[in-house]
Every structure is written in structure tokens, then in C-alpha cells.
């Protein structure tokens, strides 16, 4: 059904157009008539039609003026302009209103027929956008929570897939390298810090009231990504272009946040909390929500923010924390020059501010030394030795010029950088080498994956893994390329025979010796043998 508006001031007209359509197109149309502009334009306020034939020469409010006012009420109305004056002008000035025919006075019903025909694909086309942009909307409303919550996954557990990352920022149109994490707690009562009932009200706000609270969130906090339910927390994360945030913003943030909770509240049957972390890099993000999680559990308020509270790290007002996290970001990525540049930045900072206090630079060029090992090793693949490192502090105390502190500190820094990415090739090209040798050392044995899998201490399918990536070939396939090698040289040997040479090379049985043999070589290891033995 479409609604259709006929306003001419000459009656006939209104008469002729509606038996016109009432014929052709039965009962598709609704029809209302205005016999002025102004009633045209009260009409199409309250009837909201979707095609209005439009006569441009009426007392009052001519059509012009009349089209001009309806299309500010209603954008997306298909006009039709009727007149007996074949005006240039007028037909220009009503094209630019959105006009899709122009008809002359006296007009013919298969020219009205037409026209409406046109409108009617005109307003098809239209409700069949608007379906498919709703499709979109309502599919986009159930993908873009999935893609928020893995967004949120990935900054908490430190997901090592920068790639990933910067997948989900273009999917959520998030273009900031900074941001802070807050935790949603929710529960039946609150008891100090702690709310009760844990369990009961993740279940309830899951299967009832996640959507309302969510909704409440993104009011809160327009451009925040929000993830799932986690135990009785929703975390969320808010860009930031940088990493500072001036008192007032902070504190009209806290009151914000204090409102959310008390909307929630009202919105469900459950008692809220939420903890708010510092900005950080984006990577370094899972920080400040161990931040925003620390400062729930530190104070008995609605809402706790970080920094209002003795749980963060304060530094003195000249102090390079910018620089120190830089070194140990550039370090776990990795970045060698990366951290030499700001370890060498930071150890300025140092002898230029501090260089009558010798020993508190040694102190803390040992302290990031020591810290720097320790990610190193945690990355795995490095084997640690207690006594590795007893000679560092009677090393460090025995310099005497900033120069050879820092000569010490940055080489230390740069050897725990470069190790960051190998520790797991090395203990790859370890763990292969040491399967390598045993296979070069026990060709004659019946070898089996999982007898070697079980000596590297690894599962069958991890060694067979990295077996391939480091060789190029299978296990099996690898074996069996060893043993006809030795079975060649053995077959040389005339006083050998050919199950004495299957024997020494792992197979007990010398019919399955003679196939794999000749699979590889294309000769059985008689024909071998003979052909050796004559020095072809």
C-alpha cells in the first residue's frame, strides 16, 4: 500500500487523476486531495504520503513554495509537478526540489500511468535499501559485540598477534595508540570491597541484563570497545590520543561513572562497582586494567580510579617514566635499536641530572639489567644458570667513569634485546640437533617417533611439528633418507650381506629392507650390490 497526495485548486482535476489511478492500480493507493498549498502542506504533515502530485499555479501558497516547506517535513517524498505553463524556470527551480516528472496541462492517462509506475520503483527501490541497510544494522549489532569482546581478550591476555590487533582497530574504526581499561563489577551486596554473589548475579546480568548494562557503558562512555562477561566484570577499554589526562577531565570522568552506576542499579536488581586504570599504550593496556582491578579491590567506593589512590607508582616530577617504559616495550618486542636508543636516552637523563650520585646510577643501571633478564628468560627458550650473574655487582662497583657504566648497561641491554626473539629458534635448533644425533647414532635401531619425542621430553606431535620446520621433511621420511644412505656404503662391502645390511640399518625384516630400498633407489639392494661390486 502507498499513500498518494493530489493537491490542484481546479476539482476536475483532483476527479480525473483519482479515477486514473483507482483504475490502473486498484487498491495500491491511499489517496487524500488538497485544494491550495496550504492545505496541501497540512495534509502532507498529517497523511505523510509517499508520492504528492503537485499542481506549481495555486491560490496562496504556490506549488514552489509549497514543495519547499513539505520536503522539510518529509525528505524522502517523491514529487510529481502538474501545470498548464510550460515555464522554463518554474520546471528548473522544482527539478532542484527532488521532482521526478514534469507533466503539462492537459496530460493523458497512459502519461500518468507511467509516472506513477516510476514512482512506485522509485519507492520500492527505496523500502528495499532500507531493508537491507536494517539487515546490515541488526547483523552488524550481533557481529560487532563478538568483535569488541575479542578486541578486549586480545589486550588482557597480551595476545602476541600485533596483525590481530590492528585488524580489530580497523574493524571498530579505533585509530589511537593509547587508551585505559575499567572493570564493571556487579553482584547482590557489597561487603567492603568485595560484592556478593558473584556467580549468581554473572548468570542473571548474562541471560538478562548484559544488553541494558552495555547500552548504560557505551552511554557512559561513547567510544568505548566493551567486552563479554567475565566472571561477575565487564572490561572495557577507552582510546585515548595520548597519554595524559588533566585533573578536571579525570574528575568529571569519576562523576560520570558514579551516575552509570546508579543508572544500572536502577535498570536492574543488581549493586555495581567500577574500577578505572591509567592510559597506557595500547599494548600495554592489560596494565592499566590490572590498574582498574586493583583499584576496586582497594577502596569501598562506587567508583575507584587509579590515580586517586596509593597503588600506582609515583615518580619524581623530572622523572623519564615515558622512557622507561619505552626501553622495556622496545625490549620484549624485540626491537634492538629500539632499546638501545632509549636505554641510552634514559642513562643520560641519569649522569646529566645525578652525576654526583655515582652509586644510585650503577644501582638502577643493575636494577633494569637484572629486569631485562628476567623478561628475557620469562620469553622462554633460554636455559637460566644461577651463577650466571655473580660477578656483576663487584663488576659495576669497580668502574669508576660514567663512561664505563654506561659502556656495561647498554651492552647488557643489548645482548637481553637480541635474545628476546631467538630463546625459542635456539631451543628448536637444540632440541633437533639432539634428535639428530641420535639418529645419525642409531640408524640400526628400530628408531620410533615417540621413542625420541619421549628423550627431548616433548610430545610426538610438537617434535614431529618442528622436526618438519627445521629439516624440510618428515620424520619418517627423514629416517628412511638416512638408512638407504647407510645401506648403500654397507652394500659396498662384498663380505656383507644383503640381511646383514638391513639389519644394520633398523630393518629386521629383509623383504621389507628390499621394497624400501628399491622405492628409494629404484634397485633392489642385490642390483645395488652387483652393481657396486662390478664399479658401475
Not at 498529517?46 to 513539505?70: L, S, T, V, W, Y
Not at 567510544?223 to 566484570?233: E, F, L, P, R, T
Not at 622507561?324 to 642513562?347: A, H, P, T, W, Y
Request: hydrophobic share 35%.
Amino acid at each position: 500500500m502507498y499513500r498518494i497526495l493530489l493537491a490542484d485548486d481546479e476539482g476536475i482535476v483532483i476527479n480525473s487523476l483519482s479515477m486514473i489511478i483507482t483504475k490502473n492500480f486498484e487498491s495500491q493507493f491511499e489517496i487524500e486531495t488538497a485544494k491550495s498549498g496550504r492545505m496541501a502542506i497540512e495534509v502532507a504533515d498529517r497523511f505523510r504520503p509517499d508520492i504528492i502530485f503537485m499542481d506549481i499555479q495555486m491560490p496562496g501558497i504556490n506549488g514552489i513554495e509549497a514543495m519547499k516547506e513539505i520536503r522539510s517535513i518529509l525528505p524522502s517524498v517523491i514529487f510529481v509537478v502538474l501545470t498548464a505553463y510550460d515555464k522554463f524556470d518554474y520546471a528548473k527551480e522544482a527539478i532542484s526540489l527532488g521532482v521526478i516528472d514534469y507533466l503539462n496541462k492537459p496530460y493523458n492517462q497512459k502519461s500518468i500511468v507511467n509516472v506513477i509506475n516510476k514512482g512506485i520503483e522509485e519507492l520500492d527501490m527505496r523500502r528495499e535499501k532500507r531493508r537491507q541497510d536494517l539487515q546490515t544494522k541488526e547483523r552488524l549489532e550481533t557481529v560487532v559485540p563478538i568483535i569488541e569482546n575479542g578486541f578486549i581478550s586480545s589486550i588482557i591476555f597480551e595476545e602476541p598477534f600485533e596483525e590481530d590487533i590492528d585488524n580489530y582497530k580497523s574493524l571498530l574504526g579505533i585509530d589511537s595508540s593509547y587508551g585505559y581499561m575499567a572493570a564493571v563489577m556487579f553482584g547482590d551486596m557489597q561487603q567492603g570491597s568485595h560484592l556478593t554473589n558473584a556467580v549468581g548475579s554473572a548468570v542473571r546480568a548474562q541471560t538478562v541484563y548484559y544488553t541494558k548494562v552495555r547500552d548504560i557503558i557505551k552511554d557512559t562512555f561513547p567510544d568505548a570497545v566493551v567486552g563479554s562477561i567475565s566472571s561477575n566484570k565487564i572490561p572495557l577499554f577507552v582510546p585515548r590520543n595520548d597519554m595524559s589526562m588533566e585533573y578536571n577531565e579525570r574528575d568529571d570522568l569519576i562523576e560520570k561513572s558514579r551516575v552509570a552506576v546508579r543508572e544500572m542499579r536502577n535498570a536492574t536488581d543488581i549493586q555495581y562497582r567500577i574500577g578505572i586504570g591509567g592510559i597506557k599504550r595500547l599494548k600495554n593496556c592489560h596494565e592499566s586494567y590490572e590498574e582498574a582491578l586493583k583499584a576496586l579491590y582497594s577502596t569501598k567506593g562506587s567508583v575507584a580510579h587509579v590515580d586517586d589512590l596509593p597503588i600506582a607508582v609515583s615518580y619524581e616530577e623530572s622523572y623519564p617514566s615515558d622512557i622507561e617504559n619505552e626501553i622495556f616495550e622496545k625490549l620484549r618486542d624485540g626491537d634492538v635499536d629500539g632499546c638501545l636508543l632509549s636505554s641510552g636516552r634514559f642513562f643520560d637523563w641519569m649522569s646529566g641530572k645525578y652525576s654526583d650520585d655515582v652509586m644510585s646510577i650503577k644501582l638502577k643501571s643493575l636494577e633494569f639489567v637484572l629486569r631485562a633478564e628476567s623478561d628475557m628468560y620469562k620469553s622462554g627458550g633460554h636455559l637460566y644458570e644461577f651463577e650466571s650473574r655473580k660477578n656483576y655487582l663487584s663488576d659495576i662497583n669497580g668502574m669508576a667513569s660514567m663512561e664505563e657504566i654506561k659502556t656495561w648497561f647498554i651492552d647488557k641491554m643489548k645482548t637481553a634485546a637480541s635474545n628476546m626473539t631467538t630463546g625459542t629458534s635456539d631451543h628448536t635448533h637444540y632440541l633437533i640437533k639432539q634428535a639428530l644425533e641420535y639418529i645419525e647414532n642409531n640408524t640400526e635401531k628400530d628408531i620410533s617417533l615417540n621413542e625420541i619425542s619421549e628423550m627431548l621430553n616433548i610430545s610426538s606431535y610438537y617434535f614431529s611439528k618442528l622436526f618438519k620446520e627445521e629439516t624440510g621433511e618428515g620424520f619418517v621420511e627423514f629416517l628412511t633418507k638416512k638408512r638407504v644412505d647407510k645401506a648403500k656404503e654397507l652394500l659396498k662391502d662384498p663380505a656383507k650381506s644383503i640381511k646383514e645390511v638391513g639389519s644394520d640399518c633398523g630393518y629386521s625384516d629383509p623383504n621389507y629392507f628390499s621394497r624400501i630400498f628399491k622405492k628409494a633407489t629404484g634397485m633392489t639392494p642385490t642390483e645395488y650390490k652387483e652393481r657396486a661390486g662390478s664399479g658401475l
